[in-house]
C-alpha cells in the first residue's frame, strides 16, 4: 500500500497480531533495508526468504546444518550473511541462491554482521570473542579486550611484584641462616631487611621482613613468633594465604623433624612464596576467555563496539584493531547483547541485571534504563524503531510472549503487546513502518501490526462514507451537458504522464542512489510436468476404457 493514502493519524507502533508466517522452525529474521523481504533462519539450519508484500516464500536456501543463530542484510539487499551454531559463517548470493564464500571457526558463532560500506564481517564466537573478517580474503583479527592503559598498570605491577618477591626470598634465607645457629647466637643484634617499589601508575608494593631484638634461644617453639611478624598477603585466584600461616605448619614440626629438616622444608616454603608472590600485589593475571562477547559496527562502519562479561564497553578501530574509547556499565553487568540505533546516535545495551540502558553515543552518557518494575523481568532481545523514537524489548519468560514499547525520549511504557503462550526468540522492526516480525518458540514468526481503518476518501476527496442507506438526492446540473471548454480541459489534465517505473527514495533508508539493489525476487516459475508419450497414452486410455466397460446377459431369444 502507498504510504501517502495510509492514515496519517495512526498509531506509531504495533497494537495486535495480523498475520503469522509458518515454514521451518523459526529461530531469528531479518528485514532487507528497504523491508520488502523478511529473511528467517530455522532451526533445522534452513534460510526461507519471504516476499514480505505478498507474504509467499520467494527463495529457501539450505544453509547450516545446525540452528541459525544471526542473519545480515547488506546495504544494497544482494548479499546476506548467516551464522550458525554449527561454527559457521556463510556469505550468500540473494538472487541466484548460492553460497559466496564460507568460513568456519572453533567454537559457535553467537551472532554475524556485516559492515555497512565495506567487504568486511564481524562474528562473536562463543570462548573465542568479536573477530573481524575480510569476506575476500579470508583474513582474521580478534579484537583485544585490553586498552593500552591497562597494559601499562599491568606491566608496571608485574615488575613491581617481581621485585617484592626478590627482597622475600632474601629476608627468608636470612631468618633461615639465623634459625641454624641455635643458641651460638642468641645474643647477637636484630636484622632487618625492607624493600619498596613503586610503579607508574602510583600502586605501592612492598614488603618487610623483621626478626625480634631478642630471640629465644632455650626453647625451639618460641622460634615462630619472630618468624609470625613477617606477614606478606599472596593471592592466586580466590585464595589468600599468609607467610604467618606457612612459619605456623613448619614450627609444627620442628620438634619431630629436627633441625635439618626445618631448614629445608622452610627453603621450599620461601621458593614457593618467592614464585607466588608474582601474581600479588597490584599485578593482574592475564585474562580468562571470555564466554561471549557482543559486538556491532558503528553506522559508518570505522569502529567496533563490544560488550564484555565484565560490564566493559569498548570502542575499536577496524583499520587499526585498536580500542580507543571504553567506559563501563552501571553494577559491572555482563552485556548480552548490542543494537545501534540507524541514525547511529544511540546504543541500546541489555545487560544480566534485568535492565536495558540507552547510551548517547556522543556523551557517552546513559539517557534512560527501562527495567519491568513489577516482575523484574530478564530480556531476551531489544532492539529500536527505524526513528529511534521507541525501544522494544522481548521478555525471556518461556510462556509469553510479551513486547514491551518505551518512548525512548521520554522513558515511558506505552503498551505491552501480548500474544500468545510462548516465548520469544527474536524479534525486529520493520525499516519503514509500525510492523514488528517476532520469532517464537513455537518455530512461527508473528507479524504484528496496526489496525487501520479503510479510507476510501483517499482515493476520491468528494467521497462520503456512510453507515447506513439512504435516499438519493439528485442535484439540478448533475446531468447537463459540459461545455466544451470544461471538457477540453479535463482531457488535457487526464494526458499527464505519471512515472511509474521509478523508485522514489525512502525517507528511512541510509543507501545512495548509485548503488544496483535489488528489493524483489522475481518468481521462478515451475516447470510443466513433461508430456507423456504415444503409447503411454494409449495404455492409459485402453486401461480407462476397460475399466468403464460393463457386461451384461444376452437377452432371451424371442
Given at each position: 500500500m502507498n504510504r501517502e493514502l495510509l492514515n496519517p493519524f495512526r498509531s506509531d507502533y504495533p497494537e495486535a497480531i495480523e498475520n503469522f508466517l509458518s515454514e521451518g522452525h523459526a529461530t531469528t529474521c531479518a528485514f532487507n533495508p528497504r523491508g520488502t523481504l523478511l529473511a528467517v533462519?530455522?532451526?533445522?539450519?534452513?534460510?526461507?526468504?519471504?516476499?514480505?508484500?505478498?507474504?509467499?516464500?520467494?527463495?529457501?536456501?539450505?544453509?547450516?546444518?545446525?540452528?541459525?543463530?544471526?542473519?545480515?542484510?547488506?546495504?544494497?539487499?544482494?548479499?546476506?550473511?548467516?551464522?550458525?551454531?554449527?561454527?559457521?559463517?556463510?556469505?550468500w548470493d540473494v538472487l541466484s541462491g548460492k553460497v559466496l564464500n564460507s568460513f568456519t571457526f572453533e567454537a559457535p558463532v553467537q551472532s554475524s554482521q556485516l559492515h555497512p560500506r565495506s567487504t568486511y564481517a564481524l562474528a562473536s564466537v562463543y570462548m573465542g570473542g568479536a573477530v573481524l573478517i575480510h569476506l575476500e580474503s579470508g583474513e582474521r583479527h580478534v579484537l583485544s579486550t585490553v586498552t593500552d592503559s591497562s597494559a601499562a598498570s599491568s606491566s608496571s605491577s608485574l615488575s613491581a611484584s617481581s621485585a617484592s618477591s626478590s627482597c622475600s626470598s632474601s629476608s627468608s634465607s636470612t631468618t633461615t641462616s639465623s634459625s641454624t645457629t641455635t643458641t651460638a647466637a642468641a645474643s647477637s643484634s636484630s636484622s632487618s631487611s625492607s624493600c619498596s617499589s613503586s610503579s607508574s601508575s602510583g600502586s605501592n608494593t612492598s614488603c618487610t621482613a623483621s626478626s625480634s631484638s631478642s630471640m629465644d634461644t632455650t626453647s625451639d617453639e618460641q622460634r615462630p613468633s619472630s618468624n609470625a611478624r613477617r606477614v606478606i598477603e599472596i593471592r592466586k585466584g580466590k585464595r589468600a594465604m599468609s607467610v604467618e600461616s606457612a612459619t605456623r605448619s613448619v614450627a609444627n614440626a620442628d620438634e619431630a623433624d629436627g633441625s635439618e629438616a626445618v631448614a629445608s622444608k622452610r627453603k621450599r616454603i620461601s621458593s614457593r612464596t618467592s614464585s607466588s608472590l608474582r601474581l600479588s600485589g597490584n599485578a593482574q593475571a592475564p585474562p580468562e576467555p571470555t564466554n561471549l562477547v557482543a559486538a556491532c559496527f558503528d553506522k559508518r562502519g570505522e569502529h567496533v563496539y563490544t560488550g564484555h562479561p565484565d560490564?566493559?564497553?569498548?570502542?575499536?578501530?577496524?583499520?587499526?584493531?585498536?580500542?580507543?574509547?571504553?567506559?563501563?556499565?552501571?553494577?559491572?553487568?555482563?552485556?548480552?547483547?548490542?543494537?545501534?540505533?540507524?541514525?547511529?546516535?544511540?546504543?541500546?545495551?541489555?545487560?544480566?541485571?534485568?535492565?536495558?540502558?540507552?547510551?548517547?553515543l556522543d556523551t557517552l552518557e546513559v539517557e534512560h534504563e527501562f527495567k519491568d518494575r513489577v516482575s523484574g523481568l530478564q530480556w531476551r532481545w531489544g532492539t529500536f524503531s527505524p526513528d529511534a523514537e521507541y525501544v522494544i524489548a522481548g521478555s525471556a519468560q518461556k510462556a509469553e510472549h510479551n513486547i514491551y514499547v518505551w518512548s525512548r525520549a521520554y522513558g515511558q511504557l506505552k503498551v505491552i503487546l501480548e500474544g500468545p503462550k510462548e516465548g520469544i526468540l527474536f524479534l525486529n522492526w520493520h525499516p519503514t513502518r509500525p510492523v514488528i516480525a517476532s520469532c517464537s518458540t513455537s518455530g512461527v514468526v508473528y507479524i504484528w501490526g496496526s489496525n487501520q481503518a479503510e479510507n476510501w476518501s483517499a482515493y476520491a476527496p468528494d467521497f462520503k462514507e456512510l453507515e447506513e442507506n439512504i435516499m438519493y438526492k439528485e442535484r439540478e446540473d448533475e446531468f447537463d451537458l459540459i461545455e466544451e471548454e470544461v471538457l477540453k480541459a479535463k482531457e488535457e489534465a487526464q494526458d499527464i504522464e505519471v512515472d511509474v517505473v521509478t523508485i522514489d527514495k525512502d525517507l528511512g533508508s541510509d543507501s545512495s542512489d548509485d548503488e544496483d539493489h535489488l528489493w524483489f525476487l522475481p518468481t521462478i516459475p515451475q516447470p510443466d510436468p513433461p508430456p507423456m508419450e504415444s503409447a503411454e497414452r494409449e495404455l492409459k486410455y485402453s486401461s480407462s476404457a476397460s475399466s468403464s466397460v460393463i457386461t451384461t446377459a444376452p437377452s432371451p431369444p424371442l
Open positions: 533462519g530455522c532451526h533445522d539450519g534452513a534460510i526461507v526468504i519471504w516476499d514480505f508484500d505478498t507474504r509467499t516464500v520467494a527463495r529457501s536456501l539450505v544453509a547450516h546444518t545446525n540452528p541459525v543463530s544471526m542473519l545480515s542484510w547488506s546495504r544494497n539487499g544482494r548479499r546476506l550473511l548467516s551464522s550458525s551454531i554449527d561454527r559457521s559463517l556463510s556469505l560490564g566493559r564497553l569498548l570502542m575499536h578501530d577496524v583499520r587499526t584493531h585498536a580500542v580507543v574509547r571504553e567506559f563501563s556499565v552501571y553494577n559491572s553487568s555482563p552485556v548480552r547483547s548490542l543494537v545501534l540505533s540507524r541514525q547511529g546516535k544511540h546504543l541500546l545495551v541489555n545487560t544480566t541485571d534485568k535492565a536495558l540502558r540507552v547510551y548517547n
